[in-house]
């Protein structure tokens, strides 16, 4: 199976047809896609002018798609790293058992999903590297009352998300479902209080 930077390579190969490289770059999704497969593809597409059913689109564009993709998924193994080690340095002296961003970061070890987007259409339009740097200086610091990416305070609990954790804070701003460790306990109840008896997903 080929990997992520193997995949890059064959979207900037201009000996390989255009629907080839379209298709390298869709699979660039499977390693790394910050807002899901949908969402991600959705987000580039739109950024990116490209039509997300052309089958051979400017290779500029993809290029272009893919450059950002790259920025993004450098940020995040960047933290990735230095998440790593600060687990090393907390076992060493005797920390075992995990925080709440431990357990949340398992589910998006490799970075699937890490502000995943429950309507692929709904989603940030900062750069997602961007995107990325304000969700990881919100895990970084105390937990807050407004979603780390939009700094919207309409957060709204969802019980019937497409995928795991399939419950969980939706923020109406942008449309990330906010991971819980970077909201107070508060900002959980109140988006608990808003989403009551509400099933309708977010636009």
Known sequence: MAGF????????????????????????????????????????CVRHGIESEDRAPDPARLVAALEELERARAV????????????RREKHDG??????????????????????????????AAPLDEVLRRLIAALENEPGDSCPVCEATGI??????TDEPWTGPVCTGCGIVVPRPVLTSQAVASAKEAGRGSLAPVA
Do not use: I, M, N
């Not at 709204?156 to 998300?161: E, F, G, I, N």
């Open 156 to 161: 709204v609990w969802r019980a019937d998300l």
């Open 5 to 44: 930077r193997s995949l890059a390579r064959q979207v900037r190969d201009t000996r390989c047809d255009l629907a080839l490289r379209r298709y390298s770059l869709r699979k660039c999704l499977e390693r790394f896609a910050p807002y899901g497969h949908r969402a991600t593809w959705d987000h580039l």
């Open 95 to 124: 920390l075992r058992r995990p925080g709440s961003v431990d357990d949340w970061h398992r589910r998006t070890w490799g970075g699937h999903g890490v502000a995943r987007c429950d309507h692929p259409s709904c989603h940030p």
């Open 76 to 87: 995040w193994l960047a933290y990735e790293e230095s998440f790593a080690d600060r687990r």
